[in-house]
């Protein structure tokens, strides 16, 4: 990591200051450590994404068309007036506050313009400005501010300061959520060719290998393949993993980090065992690689144009559901986005269990149903052996990834397979957890390590609830189910809480379950040495 | 700043009122077209401003989940926090308007020393937000007294029940009282909380400032003007059956109060105030989380660019082949 980042003591010396010229005056330092690179040219290409060239944030001049005002101002009324939320956003925030220390990189880093209302505010003074009776005739008097090459420059800072991640909306009396407004607001400047590097790489990777790391089908193939030698060497079981089936039941689909980064990849060892252990008819799809979707944090329409693919392989492979893996945003997509973006899904039929007969009526309509609320399942009819102390080591608490959280509210189905496949389970406080949940710090495409300085800050609030079952109860694991936690958290936790370690809720399920015609196990799925077996019987 | 500009703006709006009505003889003006003017443009203005909003579309459903999903049967799914029917957004909605149950959850996060993150229940904001809108309701109905005739029964009940501990004369109502402190409140916490005063902008102390200067003419007209209540009813009625008189003896203080009543009305549309409406059509919060259930039409939906199979297998082929991977076209 890079030898500009502060020590943790500095790091948490946090002060608000606000600018004795408030708001309104649109000037940012571009901080080394506080921003993410541009998007190389090549990526916009590939995507027909407008004004590909190379620029970055901290030149004088950013290269923008012409009329780019003229452009973002167009973007905005169509906008408007294609969607209720932002019109509404645009017109009801009072001011109240109340959103202002909910978020984490202002309670991280103190600056004013991270409150929640104080981001939304950049943008809606340019409705004002532009879009208002009032703000016209009264100009900054009626908080308008007029567009200029400043308040871009500040735009692109801060909205790429929020991850998206709605814990603002959860405590607004309108339910504003900054994060339609950011997601508008990026929209807006990708309209003119402000893309990040670390949200535009992964899109066309996605686009064209269908994963978000670039994998090419044989690649894909190897790594699953060698997942099952690996998952054989610690359980003497061969499992199957058949990849592109056709006549398969059911579709598989998860992040392409779970096969490629780690601590993800322990929790891919766990879905391939329980998928063999239970006779699965499924199948992996190397077209449909990636169950994330970097769209979300980019456009609409890029959301739609990655996850075609989903439903598209579904047909074509003529399975009857799909089973989507661990990962936060996908989630957010197919809950909220695909069934209205790439449905109808006719051609499948409503998910049912075909182990316990469960019918998935909730997702009568998108088809897919999320793996916690499969295996919960299982859990609960008794259909999977399962020896919990085989997690013993792992003393786990859980954390709430945003999307699961505050765009679906699967919330009961992970603690209940937590609670069944580990015996040592403890809760961060209420008001980091649930709906309340603490953002990693790096989501909606801020995962980068050039952004480290407020990756750490917007990760504190986060670490700092770790930090307390840490201590108050020896918490050694962080679980959680989305991929990008897996791979922020990690070093989040290495800078914050030194000695917690961040796995997956399926890692557990695998630990835990107990096999058919297994050897005994001397690891864990990591490969971590058990202590000598006659010691765990006597405890 | 800001401050000072609001408060100068109501202050401007009072001085040239008593102007009008003392001194310049505008009785007529402030007495009958202003009100009807208002009365116009606040009508004109709010229809047209939750026009504008419906006539944008929802093309997504995106409720924020605040509690259990519905999916699994033995899993007690939270019926208001994420509602998945009719009935539990009606309940989540009325709540949210009538009780402000969202701004109930607040919490204070502050970050001490070790670094230490603490967070404590903060229900000021709660508190003092519910105490104005319910005695700014009450007061609103209590008007009605004016306008009609013979005055309901519920009304002089309500009227009863607010001037319940009997002090004074004329009897004090609790409301005149809940308001005059909420606002104060709610304006102070502007001036002396530095995050709010970051964020704040003239148009929300100009809202606080007039509102309290309706509060206190209206105090002052009902405690200390000692105004004949027959008059104010004869021009209240007029005004209604469209039939405007103006009687005499009404008083300055009065058309003070008519006057920042009608800048009020007239200044509504055009402003925050519109939370009023905007807290009925905000898709995070009256829409079911039935998203996985029932498929959600986006009215503007287009097709987009895809990278379909075949061009993908097209440009893998070998590969795959090569690999041992099953394709489509050999
Ligand atoms: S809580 Fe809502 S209304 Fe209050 S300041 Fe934040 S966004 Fe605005
Ligand atoms: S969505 Fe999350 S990151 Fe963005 S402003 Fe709200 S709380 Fe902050």
Redesign the pocket.
């Known amino acids: 990591m890079s030898e500009h980042k502060p020590k943790p003591e500095e790091l948490a010396q946090v002060e608000f200051a606000p600018s004795p010229r408030g708001w309104m005056d649109p000037t940012v330092e571009f901080r080394k450590g506080t921003w993410c690179y541009s998007a190389v040219p090549e990526t916009l290409e590939y995507l027909g994404l407008p004004n590909p060239r190379r620029w970055q944030p901290t030149d004088h001049d950013w290269k923008l068309p012409d009329n780019w005002r003229e452009i973002i101002v167009h973007g905005l009324r169509e906008r408007l007036r294609k969607y209720r939320s932002l019109q509404v956003?645009m017109d009801?925030?009072?001011?109240?506050?109340?959103?202002?220390d909910?978020c984490h990189f202002f309670i991280g880093s103190g600056d004013p313009k991270n409150?929640?209302?104080v981001r939304?505010e950049l943008l809606r003074s340019v409705y004002r400005n532009d879009f208002t009776t009032a703000g016209r005739i009264l100009g900054k008097l009626a908080g308008g501010r007029e567009l200029t090459i400043d308040v871009l420059k500040e735009w692109f800072y801060y909205f790429y300061q929020c991850t998206e991640c709605r814990r603002?909306?959860v405590?607004?009396?309108?339910?504003?959520d900054?994060a339609e407004i950011t997601m508008m607001a990026r929209e807006l400047m990708s309209l003119v060719g402000l893309n990040i590097e670390w949200i535009c790489t992964p899109m066309s990777n996605c686009y064209r290998t269908g994963n978000h790391l670039g994998v090419q089908p044989h690649g894909f193939k190897d790594s699953i393949e060698f997942a099952v030698d690996e998952l054989e060497e610690i359980t003497g079981v061969r499992v199957n993993a058949p990849i592109n089936r056709k006549g398969a039941e059911i579709l598989f689909i998860t992040p392409s980090a779970d096969y490629f980064a780690s601590p993800h990849y322990y929790t891919l060892l766990g879905y391939l065992a329980l998928f063999h252990e239970i006779g699965l008819d499924y199948t992996w799809s190397s077209y449909a690689s990636e169950g994330g979707n970097f769209g979300l944090f980019h456009s609409a329409e890029m959301v739609k144009r990655l996850n075609a693919k989903m439903y598209a392989e579904a047909r074509r492979l003529g399975v009857k559901w799909i089973l989507g893996g661990e990962c936060g945003h996908m989630w957010r997509v197919i809950h909220q986005y695909m069934g209205t973006m790439n449905g109808p899904a006719d051609f499948l039929e409503v998910p049912r269990s075909p182990i316990t007969g469960t019918e998935f009526v909730h997702a009568a309509s998108t088809k897919m149903v999320h793996i916690s609320e499969f295996t919960a399942d299982l859990i609960k009819h008794g259909r999977l052996k399962l020896d919990p102390s085989r997690n013993d080591h792992w003393r786990t608490t859980f954390h709430d990834s945003c999307n699961p959280a505050r765009a679906m509210g699967l919330l009961e189905e992970p603690r209940y397979i937590i609670k069944s496949v580990c015996n040592h389970f403890f809760e961060m406080p209420e008001n980091t957890i649930r709906e309340q949940t603490f953002c990693c710090g790096s989501g909606a495409g801020l995962g980068t390590d050039e952004n480290m300085e407020m990756r750490l800050r917007g990760g504190l609030p986060r670490a700092n609830a770790v930090q307390f079952v840490h201590d108050r109860h020896d918490v050694n694991l962080l679980l959680c189910m989305c991929a990008i936690d897996k791979a922020t958290l990690t070093p989040l936790l290495e800078y914050w809480v030194p000695g917690v370690d961040v796995g997956g809720v399926h890692e557990m399920v695998g630990n835990a379950l107990v096999m058919k015609g297994e050897k005994e196990r001397t690891t864990d799925l990591r490969g971590q040495p058990y202590p000598a077996k006659e010691d765990s019987r006597n405890v | 700043m800001s401050i000072l500009v609001s408060l100068f703006a109501v202050i401007a709006l009072v001085v040239l009122s008593i102007a009008g009505a003392s001194v310049l003889g505008w009785q007529y003006i402030l007495g009958v077209v202003l009100p009807y003017a208002a009365m116009a443009t606040f009508v004109i203005g709010v229809v047209y401003r939750v026009i504008r909003w419906a006539r944008s579309p929802v093309p997504f459903r995106i409720p924020t989940t605040c509690g259990q999903q519905k999916s699994l049967s033995w899993i007690k799914s939270s019926r208001l926090d994420n509602p998945h029917t009719l009935a539990g957004v009606i309940g989540r909605m009325v709540l949210e308007v009538l009780f402000f149950r969202?701004?109930f959850r607040n919490t204070r996060a502050e970050l001490r020393s070790g670094p230490r993150l603490v967070y404590g229940p903060d229900k000021w904001l709660w508190a003092g937000g519910l105490a104005f809108h319910w005695s700014f309701l009450i007061i609103f109905i209590r008007h009605f007294k004016y306008f009609v005739e013979p005055v309901p029964s519920w009304i002089l009940g309500l009227q009863g029940l607010d001037g319940f501990f009997q002090v004074g004369l004329p009897v004090l109502l609790l409301t005149d009282l809940i308001i005059l402190t909420a606002l104060s409140f709610l304006l102070l916490r502007r001036v002396f909380d530095p995050k709010l005063r970051y964020?704040s902008l003239p148009a929300d102390y100009f809202a606080l400032f007039l509102l309290l200067a309706i509060a206190l003419s209206g105090v002052y007209v009902r405690y200390f003007g000692k105004i004949d209540i027959s008059n104010v009813k004869e021009l209240a009625t007029g005004l209604l059956s469209l039939h405007p008189v103006l009687p005499d003896g009404v008083g300055t203080a009065f058309y003070v109060h008519l006057f920042l009543v009608s800048a009020l009305l007239a200044y509504f549309p055009f402003s925050k105030l519109m939370?009023m409406g905007g807290v009925f059509l905000s898709p995070t919060r009256n829409l079911a989380n039935t998203n996985r259930r029932r498929r959600h039409v986006n009215p503007w939906d287009y097709p987009v660019a895809v990278h379909t199979y075949d061009e993908y297998e097209d440009e893998f082929r070998d590969r795959m082949k090569d690999a041992g991977m099953p394709v489509e076209r050999e």
Do not use: D, E, N, Q
């Open positions: 956003f009801t925030c009072v001011r109240c506050g109340a959103c202002a909910k409150m929640p209302v939304a603002c909306s405590f607004c009396p309108y339910g504003i900054t | 969202s701004l964020m939370h």
